[in-house]
């Protein structure tokens, strides 16, 4: 066999040839990283728009079965009077057989610090809130009513407590797709 070999490589010089390496190794492959494509958030403004989506979380999480959950758990993740709206709409839901069917998606565009009292810091916190995978949906599993919006722009009020911790105390729509 290893004559052979010998033999061919001699073949190959006697008429200028030269035997077919091996493929060189194919170019590094370029690593991209990507580049966020919304507003970058400090640490801080990470856990006010945490507790907005812990909120909006439970929220829809009791809306999908407002007949089997303890509507009070959103009082963990929000203050008046953003938790007593929500316990009156999950009323409304459970009086009418209505629930929620899909998931919304928040997408915050910014974090302002609006304000401090004695109960704490204040910041409002704005972006989209997209609910066109979601509907209303009665016993039979028949829509409710229409959204006037699938994309609306939002604002959230949170509060940080002088013992840190992060509760939303309103969620406001502001009537306008985003």
């Given amino acids: 066999m290893r004559q052979l070999a010998t033999v061919v490589v001699a073949a190959f010089a006697l008429v200028g040839c030269t035997p077919i390496a091996d493929p060189p190794p194919p170019p590094p492959t370029l690593t991209v990283e990507p580049t966020p494509t919304g507003p970058v958030f400090t640490e801080g403004e990470q856990a006010v728009i945490d507790a907005v989506h812990r909120y909006s979380a439970r929220s829809e999480q009791i809306a999908r079965d407002p007949v089997g ?7 963990e993740v929000a203050w008046w009077p953003a938790d007593d ?11 009418n057989g209505w629930h929620l069917e ?17 109960q704490g ?8 809130l997209r609910v066109e995978g979601t509907s209303l949906v009665d016993s039979e599993g028949n ?36």
């Fill in 121 to 128: 810091q204040r910041y409002d916190v704005y972006g989209c």
């Fill in 143 to 178: 829509r409710v009513g229409t959204q006037e919006f699938e994309r609306g722009a939002y604002r959230f009020e949170v509060i940080l407590t002088p013992d840190d911790q992060y509760f939303v105390t309103e969620d406001v729509s502001e009537k306008k797709e985003c």
């Fill in 69 to 75: 959950s303890d509507w009070e758990t959103i009082r």
């Fill in 102 to 118: 899909g998931e919304s998606v928040f997408i915050p565009e910014a974090v302002v610090a609006s304000r401090w009292d004695h």
């Fill in 85 to 95: 709206n929500a316990v009156r709409f999950f009323q409304v839901l459970y009086e």
